[in-house]
């Protein structure tokens, strides 16, 4: 997987979000809902962005580890939208959809990198 691949994802994901929060009627409670959601989902991407001018492969793997907890909590929110009506299950189901791939591009990236933690360890060694 290219990294590009990963950045461009988390960023249309973003603005997706982005754009379903722009639809839902805040002046129902639900404002602090949209507000976290697009806290952790522009977050996703931001933190993939930080990991291409990490300092050490272990800064790298920390930026990608951040992005993947923001991703996990993106899902929650959208799962929090979903409960309190603010959504429709298809977008729902569309989002949890995205951020699936996201969170499964995410993990196998960090451990890839582990693994070539370790051997670039093992072999120094």
Do not use: P
């Not at 404002?31 to 933190?47: C, E, P």
């Not at 929650?76 to 729902?92: C, E, F, R």
């Amino acid at each position: 997987m290219k990294d590009s691949e990963l950045r461009e994802r988390t960023k249309t994901f973003a603005l997706h979000v982005i754009s379903v929060c722009d639809e839902i009627d805040t002046r129902k409670g639900r404002g602090i809902l949209v507000n976290q959601i697009i806290r952790s989902a522009t977050s996703i991407g931001a933190n993939v962005n930080e990991a291409n001018y990490a300092s050490s492969k272990a800064d790298f793997i920390n930026k990608f580890h951040i992005a993947l907890k923001e991703c996990i909590e993106t899902e929650y929110w959208i799962d929090m939208l979903a409960g309190s009506g603010a959504i429709t299950h298809d977008v729902s189901k569309e989002l949890l959809q995205e951020s699936g791939v996201i969170h499964k591009m995410l993990s196998k990236s960090i451990n890839t990198a582990k693994s070539n933690l370790k051997k670039n360890k093992h072999i120094s060694n």
